[in-house]
């Protein structure tokens, strides 16, 4: 799953920049007489642009790598921004220098103006700082866009453009609600810090198990966390279960770190239901897109019950009815029904296991 998510990445930095460079090469050449010896037609120039723009694209995308496997992404965006633009530019340069080398080895006139098209006409030309100019802008509206997707999600962004929820709209969603066990008595323990710094890093691992789950976060709520389904997801309802457990493994597999850093490993219940909503760009200054329903407040109720019960995590019959009867793992026990804190109509309740999980103290959700 991050292989497939990479290499979307990947052919998405490819085609962007090789737009980017369709419009340099349109505005720089097409209009002029000064085109390079080899474009005799239109065809040489596009030929040109998607050169340049696998090469950029391939740089753009493994400065992104670098900053999402190092530290370098704790840092403060702006020396991000800064280090991603740097490191196209040089990566350039020396793909340019490399070239010039590479030709002065060649005998084929093929080969040498096939490798003069990125060195000798365009990095060495006499716009070449108008070409770098261009590069940095670039690299700063992708970046930018970059950082619009993690901070409302790919997904979510792709549909504000859209215009998709200006208008309130009714959806078909699951919902499953995660809140770190204990977290009050963390946050003594630990201090705003320190607590702040184990929620950055149990909401990193979070992140990828997300993703290779197809789900959407919908909001972070300090130590708890909402994420959702749409209705195209035709096995959301075992997506929404794996996340959980696969999340739950997930920080087992890294319970050294944790026990070395805090000095325990931190646990989460859990708790999905599902059902119309009503969904909405609210605000102005400061935009987001909001659900409305009693769905999230059942959620939450639902959640409350987890502690009491025992159990690390319940669902409704509405996530249910999402599971194929016989082709999931999952341990699942009704809990009969139950009327949830604030509710007039109970709701049938279930709590769910999975046999195939780690052994881990994770069974422990009394804590508040």
């Given at each position: 799953?991050?292989?497939?998510?990479?290499?979307?990445?990947?052919?998405?930095?490819?085609?962007?920049?090789?737009?980017?460079?369709?419009?340099?090469?349109?505005?720089?050449?097409?209009?002029?007489?000064?085109?390079?010896?080899?474009?005799?037609?239109?065809?040489?120039?596009?030929?040109?642009?998607?050169?340049?723009?696998?090469?950029?694209g391939c740089?753009?995308?493994?400065?992104?790598?670098?900053?999402?496997?190092?530290?370098?992404?704790?840092?403060?965006?702006?020396?991000?921004?800064?280090?991603?633009?740097?490191?196209?530019?040089?990566?350039?340069?020396?793909?340019?220098?490399?070239?010039?080398?590479?030709?002065?080895?060649?005998?084929?006139?093929?080969?040498?103006?096939?490798?003069?098209?990125?060195?000798?006409?365009?990095?060495?030309?006499?716009?070449?700082?108008?070409?770098?100019?261009?590069?940095?802008?670039?690299?700063?509206?992708?970046?930018?866009?970059?950082?619009?997707?993690?901070?409302?999600?790919?997904?979510?962004?792709?549909?504000?453009?859209?215009?998709?929820?200006?208008?309130?709209?009714?959806?078909?969603?699951?919902?499953?609600?995660?809140?770190?066990?204990?977290?009050?008595?963390?946050?003594?323990?630990?201090?705003?810090?320190?607590?702040?710094?184990?929620?950055?890093?149990?909401?990193d691992l979070?992140?990828?198990?997300?993703?290779?789950?197809?789900?959407?976060?919908?909001?972070?709520?300090?130590?708890?966390?909402?994420?959702?389904?749409?209705?195209?997801?035709?096995?959301?309802?075992?997506?929404?279960?794996?996340?959980?457990f696969d999340?739950?493994?997930?920080?087992?597999?890294?319970?050294?770190?944790?026990?070395?850093?805090?000095?325990?490993?931190?646990?989460?219940?859990?708790?999905?239901?599902?059902?119309?909503?009503?969904?909405?760009?609210?605000?102005?200054?400061?935009?987001?897109?909001?659900?409305?329903?009693?769905?999230?407040?059942?959620?939450?109720?639902?959640?409350?019950?987890?502690?009491?019960?025992?159990?690390?995590?319940?669902?409704?019959?509405?996530?249910?009815?999402?599971?194929?009867?016989?082709?999931?793992?999952?341990?699942?026990?009704?809990?009969?029904?139950?009327?949830?804190?604030?509710?007039?109509?109970?709701?049938?309740?279930?709590?769910?296991?999975?046999?195939?999980?780690?052994?881990?103290?994770?069974?422990?959700?009394?804590?508040?």
């Open positions: 799953m991050q292989s497939r998510q990479q290499l979307q990445k990947l052919i998405f930095a490819i085609i962007a920049w090789s737009l980017a460079m369709m419009a340099y090469v349109a505005f720089r050449y097409a209009q002029g007489d000064d085109r390079p010896y080899w474009a005799i037609t239109a065809a040489d120039l596009t030929t040109l642009s998607v050169y340049m723009g696998l090469i950029f740089l753009h995308w493994l400065s992104n790598l670098i900053c999402d496997v190092s530290g370098i992404r704790r840092l403060p965006y702006a020396f991000i921004v800064i280090f991603k633009g740097l490191f196209l530019l040089m990566g350039a340069l020396t793909l340019a220098y490399i070239t010039n080398w590479l030709n002065s080895w060649d005998n084929t006139e093929q080969f040498a103006s096939t490798q003069q098209m990125l060195s000798a006409h365009v990095l060495n030309a006499p716009s070449a700082q108008t070409l770098i100019i261009y590069l940095v802008l670039v690299r700063t509206g992708l970046a930018f866009i970059e950082q619009m997707g993690l901070l409302v999600g790919p997904r979510i962004l792709f549909n504000i453009g859209l215009g998709k929820y200006h208008k309130p709209r009714y959806e078909d969603r699951l919902f499953l609600f995660l809140d770190m066990v204990g977290s009050t008595a963390h946050a003594e323990a630990l201090g705003d810090y320190r607590f702040s710094r184990l929620i950055q890093d149990s909401f979070l992140s990828d198990v997300v993703t290779q789950n197809h789900g959407e976060i919908y909001r972070y709520i300090g130590d708890a966390v909402m994420i959702s389904w749409p209705q195209r997801h035709r096995r959301r309802g075992m997506m929404c279960l794996n996340l959980y999340f739950v493994q997930t920080l087992y597999w890294n319970r050294h770190y944790f026990q070395q850093e805090y000095g325990f490993v931190p646990k989460f219940k859990a708790a999905a239901h599902g059902g119309k909503v009503v969904a909405a760009l609210v605000g102005v200054n400061k935009q987001e897109i909001s659900f409305f329903s009693d769905v999230l407040n059942t959620l939450a109720r639902l959640q409350d019950q987890c502690g009491p019960l025992g159990c690390q995590m319940l669902i409704s019959d509405k996530v249910l009815e999402s599971l194929d009867e016989d082709d999931h793992p999952f341990e699942l026990l009704s809990l009969g029904p139950i009327r949830l804190k604030g509710k007039q109509h109970e709701v049938e309740v279930f709590s769910v296991t999975r046999p195939c999980s780690v052994t881990d103290p994770q069974s422990s959700p009394q804590e508040s």
